[in-house]
């Protein structure tokens, strides 16, 4: 028998189409079936098979909903992540686009500091000033 699923070698659908068994072909095998046990004939396994086949079917479905909210959770999470992360390269990028005006600004305001003529205690300008006019 090419069927390793059945626990017969009478019930296996290869005996039966190839005629070798207690039928000769499928059709010969659906009277038999039909004139021995009815409708409920063809049906004969099903209970067994649904037992066996619902718990697998349950635990696929299961784990496929259960897979698929955690992936929708890590892609919301990331892309908040990748939104602040957007953010925050926005702000780094107009802050560096206003540090060369404010560097600019400072190194005027040095330049006019520089320019102007210093009047505090310990400068030598008014020293200078006091000796010019106690020379003339």
Do not use: M
């Not at 009815?38 to 079917?57: K, M």
């Not at 990028?93 to 006019?112: A, F, S």
């Amino acid at each position: 028998c090419c069927c390793c699923c059945c626990c017969c070698c009478c019930c296996c659908w290869c005996d039966v189409l190839a005629g070798s068994g207690p039928w000769n072909g499928l059709s010969d095998a659906c009277r038999v079936i039909f004139r021995e046990d009815g409708i409920r004939g063809f049906y004969r396994g099903c209970g067994t098979n649904l037992l066996r086949t619902t718990p697998a079917a349950a635990l696929t479905f299961t784990s496929f909903e259960l897979i698929a909210r955690a992936l929708r959770k890590l892609s919301e999470a990331q892309q908040a992540t990748s939104d602040q992360y957007s953010d925050l390269l926005e702000a780094e990028q107009r802050e560096l686009q206003l540090q060369p005006q404010q560097g600019h600004l400072q190194q005027q305001q040095q330049q006019q500091q520089q320019q102007r003529p210093r009047l505090g205690y310990g400068s030598s300008q008014p020293q200078q000033q006091q000796q010019d006019q106690q020379q003339q």
